[in-house]
């Protein structure tokens, strides 16, 4: 899961979280808050050790400063990464306690749901401080489960990227998706009423098997599913999908999933360039749930997300038009998009 950060730049400030107790370890990361708090999830994980936790939350953070602004979002880059206990814990007295530790934070850094954490748990949070998202939604307002607005715009990312790199639209393109949980699985099921056939691979093979019978699919396991013959990889799973050996066995002519961090280390978007394989990257892809956590913070509406995330697409494919006019990989262009972005001055969130 730990994978070679794509800058690796320290973070600002890093919070170490223990509380034996409660069953609580891990680490805040704020990497930037030069557009405002930090803002980025909170992911429960089984890490081997501390270090592995803590390497992964410092890369992590590193994504949201560049996802947030290439959203135009008012907010810099944080993560919070917790270590699973190992068997039941109770999850109210874990998240409580990680609640706590943020709103000593005093605002500088803005929590919401990710990997391993659920609408109900940012409400154990929401007991010890109002720095946080991913709540239950409210009529009229942005909030809830941000993992179908991640997939909306993975999906108008793709229809994007489909129309850049094959020149046509989603029907009939064979799209291998690796990763079917909340995010793949509504990835899928848009893929599927576009008229997109699916491979699919899952480490929870009962959920894969469902979507497989769903959607007509065929299935792969995980090891292969790089490998399959397909016009688009799309991963949807953990980091570092994108290496060396995976990158050397694609069939596919584009990437384009909603898996953070895609690329194990630099050199891979070199090598994908000059296979000439497009690559959508992950953090304007999939942008759109930290789009909604936004919103939410602020008090924004529903259409105020949808708006934003409709304009993921376009990014899209703005990026990987200047990357082929300037021969680059489209993720050199996007770091270089959003630092641009990170220097301008924004109005200060509250």
Not at 264 to 277: V, Y
Request: proline share 5%; net charge negative; with cysteine.
């Amino acid at each position: 899961m730990v994978t070679a950060a794509h800058r690796m730049m320290p973070p600002m400030e890093y919070v170490r979280l223990h509380d034996e107790a409660a069953g609580l370890d891990g680490v805040i990361a704020i990497h930037s808050t030069a557009r405002g708090p930090a803002a980025g999830g909170c992911r429960l994980w089984t890490y081997p050790d501390a270090n592995a936790a803590m390497v992964d939350a410092f890369r992590l953070a590193e994504g949201m400063s560049y996802k947030n602004a290439m959203a135009e979002l008012p907010f810099g880059g944080g993560k919070a990464v917790l270590r699973r206990p190992a068997g039941d814990f109770d999850r109210r007295a874990l998240f409580e306690a990680f609640g706590a530790a943020v709103a000593r934070l005093d605002g500088r850094y803005v929590t919401a749901e990710d990997v391993g954490t659920s609408v109900a748990d940012m409400e154990f949070v929401a007991n010890k401080t109002r720095h946080v998202a991913g709540r239950t939604s409210r009529p009229g307002f942005a909030g809830g489960d941000p993992s179908p607005w991640t997939a909306l715009g993975v999906f108008e990312a793709m229809k994007a990227a489909v129309q850049f790199r094959f020149g046509s639209g989603l029907s009939g393109v064979t799209v291998a998706v690796q990763g079917v949980g909340n995010v793949g699985g509504d990835l899928c099921r848009r893929l599927h009423e576009a008229g997109a056939h699916l491979i699919l691979a899952d480490i929870n093979a009962e959920r894969c098997a469902a979507l497989a019978r769903e959607f007509g699919a065929e299935v792969a396991s995980i090891d292969e599913i790089a490998q399959a013959e397909a016009d688009v990889f799309a991963p949807c799973a953990l980091g570092g999908a994108l290496n060396e050996k995976s990158v050397a066995g694609l069939k596919a002519g584009l990437v384009c999933g909603a898996a953070n961090n895609q690329l194990a280390e630099p050199g891979i978007a070199k090598a994908l360039l000059e296979r000439g394989i497009a690559y959508a990257p992950d953090y304007v892809a999939n942008a759109g749930g930290i789009i909604n956590v936004s919103a939410e913070y602020l008090g924004e509406s529903v259409e105020d997300v949808r708006s934003r995330v409709l304009k993921i697409g376009p990014r899209t494919a703005g990026i990987l038009q200047a990357a082929a006019r300037d021969n680059l990989p489209p993720s050199v262009v996007a770091d270089r998009m959003a630092e641009q972005l990170m220097s301008r001055p924004v109005a200060k969130v509250a």
